[in-house]
C-alpha cells in the first residue's frame, strides 16, 4: 500500500511532465492517422494546397484549442469589454505584453509539435513541395535525372511519373531529408529558445528556488480546495433553494463571495514586493489591495494558471 501512495504522489507531482508527454504521444497518433486514413496526395497542381492545409489547418485548430483550454486567457480577457482597464491597467503596458506572450507560448506547444512530428513523417511536405512551380526547385530536385523529371515531378508521391522507380525514389528522399532537416531545425531551435527563456526568467526571479517550489506546492493545493469547496457550496445553494421551492419556505441564509469580491480573486497574480501574497485569494483574505507598485512577473506565471487547465 505505501509503495502504491509514492507511486501515485510521484505521478501526481510530475503531472505537467506526464501531460506534455501524453500530449506529444496524442499528437503522434494523430499525425499517424491522418497520414493513413484521411491523406491523400492529389498528385496534381493542387499538391502545394492540399500539403500545406495538412500540415497547416490541425496545427490552427490546436492553437485555438490552447487559448481556449488556457485559464489565462479567460483572467485576461473576461469583462474586458466592459471594462478595459482589466485588460491592461495603466502604466503596465509592458507587463500586459508578457502576459500576452505567455498565453501565446503555452498555446503553441500543441502546434508547434503537431508540425514537427509531420515534418519529421515528411508525407505532408513531400506532396506540398512536389507541387511547387519553381524552376530553380525543380532543377534542383531534378539534377541528372531524365528530361521527363521536372515535368512530372508532382507524381512522384504517388509513383505514377514517367521516370524510372529509382529516379523516383531519389526524388522523393530529396523531398523527406528536406522535411525531416526542418523539422529538426525547429525542435533544436524551441528546446533552444525554452532553455533561454527558462534561465532568464530564473535569473530575473525575485524570490528563491525552494520558496518557488512551496509556492507552487500551495496554488496546487489551493486549487485543489478551491474546487472542493465550489462543489460543496454549489451543492448547498441547490439543496437550499429546491428545499425551499418545494417546500413553499423561507430559504436560510448562506453566506456566499460579493461580486467585488469575484472580480479580486479572478484577476491576474501580480507581484508585490512588500508582501508575501502567493496568489489573488491569498491577497484578498489578507486585506491586502493592488498597489500601482505591483509588478507582472513572468516567474510567476504558474500562480494563476499559465499551463493549460
Known sequence: MDAFQTVVKFLISQKTTIGYSAMALLTVGGERLFSIVAFKCPCSSQNLTYGLVFLSAPALVLLILGFFLSSRTWKLFTGCCLSPRKLCLRGHSLQCIVVLGQIIAGALVAPVMWICVALLNGTFYECALSGWENDSFRSYLCQNKSPS?????????????????????DVLLVLRAQSQVIGWSLIASTAIALLLVSCYSACRSQVSYLQEMFWRKYIEKERQHFEQFSDDYATKLADRNLKSFFENTKPDPLPLPSNNAWEEISALYSFNRAHQYYSTLHRYVEGGKRESNEDIQPAFGFVDGGQII
Open 149 to 169: 523529371c521536372k515535368a512530372s515531378v508532382y507524381r512522384v508521391p504517388c509513383g505514377k511519373t514517367k521516370m524510372n522507380a529509382s529516379d523516383n525514389e
